[in-house]
């Protein structure tokens, strides 16, 4: 069980900000696990990852064989979640992105069902690909101004991971306030919670 008194919300005297409030009233909640499906990787040899492969292709300028392994994935089994996260990530253009990155947030919804009203910390790192597809999903969605449902999801990974360790938090308010996305290099923590990948 998670419980918000006992969880880091900031330095002693510092008001609560408004995001946290309500989960805060919430109340104890219990964590969860997802279980990461990932084909192709050899539970006895730790080295064989598909995943890290395709990354460390895109990283070399491969990025069609990154792709390629990516896809492969996919077929094998449409559960990994981070094939679809780093599809997305292979993608510029927003308009192109978001439908990887909304395919897994919708095959990991599956998985949770309708009324899901506990955590994913980003700590169990199966909890990762989802977290990273909802990540990916609500940039894309406040990148095409769609300003509304880039709320809820950025509200829900709150509620999912209070810790936010992508950087929602930073986000939010200019989310609410209906601010288009700007690519203008000023603003750090927008850069950290994109993580370069649109």
């Known amino acids: 069980m998670w419980n918000p008194d006992e969880h880091y919300w900031g330095e002693e005297g510092e008001p609560i900000e408004e995001w946290a409030k309500p989960i805060i009233a919430r109340g104890p909640r219990p964590e969860f696990v997802m279980k990461q499906v990932l084909p192709g990787s050899d539970p006895e040899d730790f080295d064989s990852d598909p995943i890290l492969e395709s990354i460390e292709l895109e990283a070399a300028g491969d990025r069609d064989g990154a792709r390629r392994i990516l896809m492969e994935l996919c077929q094998a089994d449409l559960r990994c979640l981070d094939a679809h996260a780093h599809l997305g990530n292979l993608d510029f253009s927003p308009k192109d992105a978001i439908r990887h990155f909304e395919v897994g947030v919708r095959i990991g919804e599956l998985s949770l069902g309708t009324d899901f009203a506990g955590l994913l910390p980003w700590g169990s790192i199966n909890n990762r690909p989802f977290l990273r597809c909802l990540n990916g999903f609500g940039l894309c969605l406040w990148r095409l101004n769609r ?22 938090r930073f986000l939010i308010d200019e989310v609410r306030a209906r601010r288009p996305w700007t690519d203008d290099g000023d603003d750090q923590s927008r850069r950290s919670s994109t993580n370069g990948c649109l």
């Open 147 to 168: 300003f509304a449902e880039a709320e809820r999801v950025f509200d829900r990974m709150l509620w999912l991971n209070p810790a936010d360790n992508q950087g929602v």
